[in-house]
């Protein structure tokens, strides 16, 4: 296709809607333009092809030969091209928002607020993806990522969601009774780890710990590893938020505690979001208060 010589689509939607109304005042209301607008570019498209594609000579005009060849070829045009719109729009909307996020988020912050959001939005169905590994916001996969960090991530778009210290925890049963430890007093016992990540190990060597945690350790998906730390059957490292409940109820102590700008963040790509994307965005803006 020659796309140089086309018309403007302007001239073919209004030609088109011509078509449609037989009347020029219709055929602006329909477009959402005056019916001026309308006759200048109907007379645009009949100067740009070269033939006249309109009567004008009776009381009201219509469509030459010309015309209608060209009102069908449109009819047939616009018409597949709605219909396939349509088509998508329904795909879209019918798709679940998935939502990547770690399962010490989903099970500790999210899903206590999920039966919230469904009696408020019965028809925006959610598909969670529990996962602590990174993953790639592409259109028709992932909608929306729930990543920690500082945020300020290239590519995507991020916003904070929640803002918490990283410490260190465990039950009183394992620490025999002590409100503190040293590090190196911490790695001599079992540490828990959520999978795909190496916390423990690394929060070690910050302290200037050269070596793992002695006594063994675990690793398990993120609901599990708060449950084995209540039970005491492990340090760990975590979200401040997940545990200040346990700590404040004297079932966990702190012993240590990091604060930085690190927090939970919203992550979405650089594109334009579906409309059931953005009621869940916004949705957990008001449920951080950041509203």
Same mark, same amino acid.
């Given at each position: 296709? %020659? ?7 302007? $001239?073919? *939607? ?11 005042? *219709?055929?602006?209301?329909? !477009? ?14 009949? *100067? ?10 009776? *009381?009201?005009?219509? !469509?030459?030969? =010309? ?7 449109? +009819? ?5 091209? #709605? %219909?396939?719109?349509?088509? !998508?729009? +329904?795909?879209?909307?019918?798709? @679940? ?6 399962? $010490? ?14 009696? =408020? ?11 602590? +590994? ?16 500082? #945020? ?21 049963? !394992? ?14 016992? @079992?540490?828990?780890? /959520?999978?795909?990540?190496? =916390? ?10 050269? +070596? ?31 545990? /200040?409940?346990?700590?404040?109820? #004297? ?41």
């Amino acid at each position: 296709m %020659d796309w140089m010589k086309m018309p403007p689509l302007a $001239s073919l *939607k209004a030609f088109h809607a011509f078509a449609e109304t037989g009347n020029v005042v *219709k055929a602006g209301a329909l !477009l959402n333009v005056s019916h001026a607008a309308i006759s200048q570019q109907l007379r645009a498209l009949e *100067k740009h092809l070269g033939t006249a594609l309109l009567d004008r000579s009776g *009381k009201s005009m219509t !469509l030459t030969a =010309e015309g209608e060849k060209l009102a069908r070829a449109l +009819h047939l045009g616009f018409g597949a091209i #709605g %219909d396939a719109v349509a088509d !998508l729009a +329904h795909t879209a909307e019918d798709r @679940p928002v998935h939502i990547s996020l770690t399962p $010490s988020f989903a099970a500790s912050w999210l899903m206590p607020r999920l039966p919230a959001f469904q009696a =408020e939005y019965p028809d925006i169905p959610l598909a969670l993806d529990p996962s602590p +590994h990174a993953v790639s916001l592409r259109p028709g996969g992932v909608d929306v990522a729930i990543r920690y960090g500082d #945020g300020n991530w290239p590519g995507v778009n991020d916003e904070l969601l929640l803002q918490s210290p990283i410490v260190i925890v465990a039950a009183p049963l !394992l620490l025999g009774g002590r409100a503190s430890m040293t590090p190196d007093e911490l790695s001599q016992l @079992p540490w828990l780890e /959520e999978l795909g990540t190496t =916390e423990a190990t690394s929060w070690l060597v910050r302290q200037g710990v050269t +070596h793992g945690p002695r006594a063994g350790r675990i690793a398990l998906p993120g609901n599990l590893v708060l449950e084995g730390l209540r039970a005491g059957q492990g340090v760990t490292v975590t979200v401040r938020h997940f545990v /200040e409940a346990d700590i404040r109820a #004297g079932r966990l102590t702190e012993l240590f505690c990091e604060t930085g700008s690190g927090g939970y963040h919203i992550v979405t790509a650089d594109a334009p979001l579906r409309p059931a994307v953005k009621t869940f965005v916004t949705w957990l803006r008001r449920q951080s208060g950041r509203m």
